[in-house]
């Protein structure tokens, strides 16, 4: 099944060995290598903390299922750390392409619930394949658009 | 897009999507007739100059909103760099310089240097301000010596003086063959 990180902000997470309420999904961690998600990151600020993608039990359009209450960690490098300051939030972040022109912001990404895999990024009013992505950081997300470099 | 609109633009890695540094200078090579590198200063405001430059070869492209390099290693400390990027010759500027025909003409004042977009720096003509008033573009390679005072150009060049950067870009084509260059 396919959702979208926007409709995914705000989304319970629960642990499924406890039933615990865990907190909500605050926003996704990208991996821009694999395109896929790395992680959910849980709540913003100090006390954020990540799950996994790999923790994770389900990802339902209700909750967001995770193995048990151990999945949480803290952030352990500092790009982990931006995640959890926000800096990394895909959603509403510039893009640029390889060869240094705007596109617009970045308003959705579209994702499969079974694997994490990023399948469209909405750029204004286009949609872009995710293996466009070359990589995301806190100033911009870059892409190739298939622009030709010049000589 | 012109040398001066590079100036101030973020230099962004691919990699990292992350506003390394941001450009504080071109560093022209006008017998080559290109950019041979960036001088850099930190992002922010106040934030002050970067030691580090960027030749450039470590250029992954000069867009018009970015540069963009492929990761922060491709900063490059002045004494790891090629000579000409990293101690620039001063007297090299060609802004301000008369541009004169063989014949003896002034064509105008160089005010700026006409860049390719998504090139790594290739110029690829002059912005001049016109002796009549008003600017205009002339293509390179026009130049048959340089110096800090003047540049001088083909006769032919004169017919190839534009008005606008879109005009230039089709001036350059017309031009190199003019001079059995394509």
Same mark, same amino acid.
């Given at each position: =099944? ?25 926003? *996704? ?13 849980? +709540? ?20 967001? =299922?995770? %193995? ?6 803290? /952030? ?18 510039? $893009?640029? $392409? ?5 596109? +617009? ?12 895999? *990023?399948? =469209? ?15 995301? %950081? /806190? ?6 658009? +298939?622009?030709? /470099?010049?000589? | &897009? ?19 540094? #941001? ?44 540069? &963009? ?21 001063? #007297? ?62 083909? !006769?032919?060049? #004169? #017919?190839?003086?534009?008005? !606008? ?18």
């Amino acid at each position: =099944m396919s959702d979208s990180f926007r409709s995914v902000a705000g989304r319970k997470v629960i642990s499924r060995a406890t039933a615990r309420d865990l907190g909500v999904v605050d926003h *996704l961690l990208v991996d821009a290598d694999q395109r896929r998600i790395a992680a959910i990151v849980v +709540g913003r600020g100090r006390k954020a903390q990540l799950v996994d993608w790999a923790e994770l039990s389900g990802f339902g359009p209700d909750a967001v =299922m995770v %193995g048990d209450d151990g999945a949480l960690r803290v /952030p352990v490098d500092d790009r982990e750390r931006a995640s959890t300051e926000g800096k990394l939030d895909l959603i509403g972040k510039r $893009t640029l $392409t390889e060869q240094g022109n705007q596109l +617009g912001v970045l308003v959705d990404v579209t994702f499969d619930t079974a694997t994490g895999a *990023l399948e =469209m990024l909405r750029v204004g009013d286009r949609d872009i394949p995710a293996v466009s992505l070359l990589g995301c %950081g /806190p100033y911009a997300v870059v892409l190739d658009s +298939g622009e030709e /470099p010049a000589p | &897009m012109t040398a001066s609109q590079i100036n101030g633009l973020p230099v962004v890695t691919v990699r990292g999507g992350d506003d390394v540094a #941001e450009v504080r200078d071109v560093i022209y090579d006008p017998e080559a007739g290109r950019l041979v590198g960036l001088t850099l200063n930190k992002r922010g405001f106040f934030a002050g100059r970067r030691r580090e430059v960027l030749p450039a070869a470590a250029i992954h492209a000069i867009g018009r909103d970015a540069v &963009m390099v492929l990761d922060e290693t491709s900063l490059t400390a002045p004494e790891d760099a090629p000579e000409d990027v990293g101690h620039p010759a001063t #007297e090299r500027n060609v802004i301000g310089d008369d541009v004169l025909t063989e014949g003896g003409r002034s064509l105008g004042v160089v005010r700026d240097l006409a860049v390719l977009v998504g090139s790594t720096g290739q110029v690829v003509g002059y912005q001049i301000d016109k002796p009549g008033g008003g600017q205009g573009y002339i293509p390179l390679p026009a130049q048959l010596a340089v110096s800090g005072a003047a540049l001088v150009v083909p !006769d032919v060049t #004169e #017919e190839f003086v534009r008005d !606008d950067l879109v005009g230039l870009g089709a001036a350059v084509d017309d031009f190199r063959a003019r001079l059995g260059l394509a």
